[in-house]
Antibody, heavy 122, light 106 residues
Framework: EVQVLESGGGLVQPGGSLRLSCTASGFTFSNYAMSWVRQAPGKGLEWVSGITISGGTTYYADSVKGRFTISRDNSMNTLYLQMNSLRAEDTAVYHC???????????????WGRGAMVTVSS | DIQMTQSPSSLSASVGDRVSITCQASQDISNYLNWYQQRPGKAPDLLIYDASNLQTGVPSRFSGSVSRTYFTLSISNLQPEDAATYYCQQYHSLPVTFGGGTKVEI
């Protein structure tokens, strides 16, 4: 079965850090760009970051630029999101999503994980 | 950033009805428009990609179309399991952006 599974969410204080992981299975992870998309409680979808198949090119939404870092380990079929200097407005479910077409993250997302909840609160 | 305006924000319909949801981009996005369904507590599912292409496994009662800058998701013969929130998404330009969502109640 083709799937991705996020982990690493939790409660963190403002200014703190957290690292999310996304483990892929059922497809050749190294052939597909990946993204993180978040959803604040009761709100819509917001694309956070994307990474190409090699990891050589990344993109960040302005809301997280300079604070979040996306990376991947193709040997471990795993995508990461390092989140630093967290703010209350970063509270959301963070979904890992696979690009449908392959190499670039500017694409449709055909496989989504159920998400990891990140709560930023004192 | 490209703004995606979705309408209506919610609708209520009956089983067997046909409903339509529209999405308008703030600038030309060609056909780089996708539609997703998100049931409560679940991850989004891709329904339509590139404006009118049905994703594998999606029932044929879902369809997508485009007229100038207006994109439409249509659901015919509405079923109880279609109760969900639907989102459009453009990927013509970075950052990728989503519409605000349309909640469909049956």
């Amino acid at each position: 079965e083709v799937q991705v599974l996020e982990s690493g969410g939790g409660l963190v204080q403002p200014g703190g850090s957290l690292r999310l992981s996304c483990t892929a299975s059922g497809f050749t992870f190294s052939n597909y760009a990946m993204s993180w998309v978040r959803q604040a409680p009761g709100k819509g979808l917001e694309w956070v970051s994307g990474i190409t198949i090699s990891g050589g090119t990344t993109y960040y939404a302005d809301s997280v630029k300079g604070r979040f870092t996306i990376s991947r380990d193709n040997s471990m079929n795993t995508l990461y999101l390092q989140m630093n200097s967290l703010r209350a407005e970063d509270t959301a479910v963070y979904h890992c999503a696979k690009a449908r077409g392959g190499t670039y993250y500017k694409d449709a997302f055909d496989i989504w994980g159920r998400g990891a909840m990140v709560t930023v609160s004192s | 950033d490209i703004q995606m305006t979705q309408s209506p924000s919610s609708l209520s319909a009956s089983v067997g009805d046909r409903v339509s949801i529209t999405c308008q981009a703030s600038q030309d996005i060609s056909n780089y428009l996708n539609w997703y369904q998100q049931r409560p507590g679940k991850a989004p599912d891709l329904l339509i990609y590139d404006a009118s292409n049905l994703q594998t496994g999606v029932p044929s009662r879902f369809s997508g179309s485009v007229s100038r800058t207006y994109f439409t998701l249509s659901i015919s013969n509405l079923q109880p399991e279609d109760a969900a929130t639907y989102y459009c998404q453009q990927y013509h330009s970075l950052p990728v952006t989503f519409g605000g969502g349309t909640k469909v109640e049956i």
